[in-house]
């Protein structure tokens, strides 16, 4: 494994802990959750008597929310192992390629997802030039899909420590 | 150990009263009582992680799909914790309930989270010995 490694570095070991694994699956769980009271605070705040103006979320400001979520379930329901084409006892029945058009099925709808936030900051809030308490609201949907992206991102790290962790754990 | 068993149950059921009391406080201070939905948060945070724990098979290394159990229910774990915090911030910022109130609820929330967990952590720990 020692021989295998690519990069000067290498990991530090409180990375391949179950403690690190665990806090950060924990960690994406909470940031996902952020992401999705960020966007219903900004669809409650746009029902309440502090909004003064007249533009509401829709349900087009839930839209890209909803794809980003979609294409994080996507990434991350595919199993990791059948990735690489090295193991070739998978190869052969083609679950390797499989796996990487589901995996950029995922990526393209979390993509999709953050491109749509900003879509709809700027066609609803920026081009109009909706005034500041207003703004908020598209200022959130972007913050929402961002936070999407960072928790599948942390997620997807952590399930890449399991291999070794099962490894230690078998022996 | 029983001695120490039973301090620590004293303080932490003393410690779950204070933040029944925040919370109810927070609620029935202002006459809105939505911050009563932080303690139905925090009481079913663990109930994820619990049932995902008896659905997985921690023996089988084979297949990991019972670390993505496991891995499931602290991802909803941790959704619930976030929530807890988040809906009084939520309330307030729209409004629904006062400041005051927010901070209550979000003290008193972490107190009743912080007694269940440690709760299980007693638990699991007289288990092994």
Not at chain 1, 67 to 82: D, T, W
Not at chain 1, 137 to 160: H, I, P, T
Not at chain 2, 44 to 49: H, S, W
């Amino acid at each position: 494994m020692e021989d295998e490694r690519l990069w000067k570095f290498s990991k530090p070991d409180w990375l391949n802990s179950v403690w690190a694994r665990n806090a950060g699956v924990y960690a994406a769980g909470g940031l996902f959750s952020a992401a999705f009271y960020v966007l219903l605070d900004s669809a409650v705040w746009s029902k309440s008597p502090s909004n003064g103006s007249d533009v509401h979320i829709t349900f087009v400001d839930w839209l890209p929310f909803i794809f980003s979520s979609l294409g994080m379930l996507i990434i991350n329901s595919v199993e990791k192992a059948r990735l690489s084409a090295d193991s070739f006892s998978y190869s052969g029945s083609g679950v390797a390629w499989k796996a990487r058009v589901v995996l950029f099925l995922g990526f393209a709808a979390l993509a999709g997802g953050m491109a749509g936030g900003v879509t709809v900051f700027v066609l609803k809030f920026a081009v109009p030039g909706v005034k500041w308490p207003g703004m908020n609201m598209g200022v959130e949907n972007v913050v929402a899909n961002a936070l999407v992206g960072l928790s599948s991102v942390v997620l997807w790290v952590s399930q890449n420590m399991e291999d070794e962790y099962a490894y230690n754990l078998a022996l | 150990m029983p001695q120490a068993g039973l301090k620590t149950i004293i303080a932490l059921s003393f410690v779950l009263a204070v933040g029944f009391l925040l919370v109810i406080l927070s609620c029935a201070l202002w006459k809105a009582y939505y911050p009563l939905l932080v303690v139905a948060t925090y009481v079913l945070a663990p109930v994820p992680n619990w049932i995902c724990s008896h659905c997985a098979n921690p023996d089988d290394f084979v297949e990991s799909s019972g670390a993505a159990v496991l891995d499931l229910g602290r991802f909803c774990t941790g959704f619930l914790v976030v929530m807890g915090l988040a809906l009084p911030v939520i309330l307030a910022h729209s409004q629904i309930i006062e400041v005051p109130a927010m901070i209550m609820s979000v003290i008193g929330g972490l107190l009743i989270y912080g007694t269940i967990i440690s709760f299980a952590m007693f638990f699991q720990e007289e288990q092994e010995f």
